[in-house]
């Protein structure tokens, strides 16, 4: 796992922290120095540190309560703290790709309906025949 900033997979340019911060709610990101267009992921590291960040919380919500006898405002505090480190450091464990174009088939040709006699074809809804009025 590396730290870094995402970089533009076509052209090597580095993205900006606050560009990057913007990025984790996106899907697509194109290059301002390339053009380029790119899928944005997550490091598949990220959601074990999420993890991580709620099971420290969890320790030092029970060390706190334990210990010190109740929740304090310094100890809510304490608690938050693994929260805002994993929010800061997630802007670095945002990966940009290309996108991976699939082949497409296309799809066989439509054979024609056939013709009824008399040249004039079938409309829908009425199973072939024509609408007769009663009066």
């Known amino acids: 796992m590396k730290l870094r ?3 533009c997979p076509y052209c090597g340019k580095k993205v900006g922290f606050t ?3 913007y990025l984790k709610r996106e899907g697509e990101y194109r290059c301002p120095e390339c053009g380029g267009y790119s899928n944005i992921l997550l ?3 990220s959601p074990l540190l999420g993890t991580l960040a709620i099971l420290c919380s969890i320790l030092i919500f029970l060390l706190v309560r334990f210990l010190a006898g109740g929740i304090s405002f310094w100890g809510i505090l304490l608690m938050l703290f693994p929260y805002v480190l994993f929010f800061l450091f997630s802007v670095f464990l945002i990966r ?3 996108p991976v174009f699939r082949k497409r088939t296309d799809p066989p040709p439509r054979r024609p309906a056939p013709r ?3 040249g004039q074809n079938p409309r829908p809804g009425n199973g072939g025949f024509h609408h007769i009025k009663r009066q």
């Open 116 to 118: 009824q006699p008399g």
């Open 96 to 98: 940009l790709r290309k």
């Open 43 to 45: 490091d598949p590291l």
């Open 19 to 21: 560009k990057a911060w």
């Open 5 to 7: 900033l995402p970089v």
